[in-house]
């Protein structure tokens, strides 16, 4: 059954890099080139080893919750745990290479038990609707907030809150922060109804500043009290939370244009999850940062040209 699913998993990157283009595909193997070079620099630093273990295991442990296949896998799988770690550690080849390479056995034992224990983590959190006073502040346009928090909502809150009752350690706000973001960044990877689109009967440019500054503005009042909290206790380190919100302020909107860029009625874009994947990437690498303004700007063009299909009607 593992070699089934790996063999689907091979066959399934290979439909997304056709479907993303030659030109793109390069481009991701350029990033994932660099993302390696920095993962050896960063390993040679003592004091970063911890922080990049820690981050990798972040990642498979918000790729496991994130899965929807889990239902599937355990139908059909006598030990669906055995094809979590598989994978798991396919995708952290990035990081066991370097680990490996570099003799840092005791990084290397400590990540790969705790790939070994994320599959037997049970995170049982409702999809089910929840109306909630959360639900109800959040304004209707906002659409994909409202879905996204019914779907996270325990956990958005949760993290909330630790981060602003523990805002007094240096770095409880600016990882609570980034886990919301890229919580944040999910909302958008799937299209919505030509319906919900057209609603608002808006030309393509129109549309696109509407959505980008009320999504800028829900942002912005979910994470203020955070940096001010932070602020207040660390005051000298206050330029990290300032960095990291305008960061989050460019990806937010760098993953709508990228949505409009790609949008087909009730469809996800895999090329869009790829992209994502790129921007979340250029917050630990800030030599992408160049990169995501580029594409943020090709973007912007693409899915003006794009939405004028669907809104025409509205110029």
Do not use: C
């Amino acid at each position: 059954m593992i070699f089934e699913i790996i063999n689907i998993r091979i066959k399934q990157i290979f439909r997304i890099l056709l479907q993303i283009g030659f030109v793109r595909t390069i481009l991701l193997f350029g990033m994932l080139s660099v993302t390696i070079f920095y993962v050896f620099i960063f390993l040679k630093t003592i004091e970063y080893r911890v922080f990049v273990v820690g981050v990798f295991s972040l990642l498979i442990l918000v790729i496991h919750f994130k899965r929807k296949d889990k239902i599937f896998l355990s139908i059909y799988s006598a030990k669906p745990y055995l094809i979590y770690i598989t994978e798991y550690l396919l995708l952290s080849i990035l990081l066991i290479i370097p680990l490996v390479y570099n003799k840092l056995w005791i990084h290397s034992l400590a990540y790969i038990l705790i790939v070994i224990l994320i599959p037997f983590i049970k995170i049982n959190i409702k999809k089910s609707s929840i109306n909630s006073v959360f639900q109800n502040k959040i304004p209707y346009s906002n659409f994909e907030w409202k879905a996204g928090i019914r779907k996270n909502l325990i956990v958005f809150i949760v993290l909330w809150f630790i981060g602003f009752f523990s805002s007094f350690f240096v770095v409880s706000v600016p990882i609570v922060i980034f886990i919301l973001g890229v919580i944040i960044l999910n909302f958008y990877e799937n299209a919505e109804p030509l319906q919900i689109l057209i609603a608002q009967e808006l030309s393509p440019k129109k549309f696109l500043a509407e959505k980008i500054k009320s999504h800028l503005k829900i942002f912005t009042i979910t994470v203020a009290p955070l940096i001010l909290a932070f602020i207040i206790f660390n005051a000298e380190y206050y330029y990290v939370v300032l960095v990291e919100y305008i960061f989050f302020l460019s990806l937010i909107i760098y993953t709508i244009l990228l949505k409009y860029a790609f949008y087909t009625p009730n469809k996800k874009s895999g090329a869009m999850q790829i992209y994502t994947t790129i921007g979340i990437a250029a917050i630990f690498l800030p030599v992408l940062s160049p990169l995501i303004i580029i594409l943020s700007i090709k973007f912007l063009s693409q899915a003006i040209n794009n939405l004028k299909f669907y809104l025409n009607d509205f110029n």
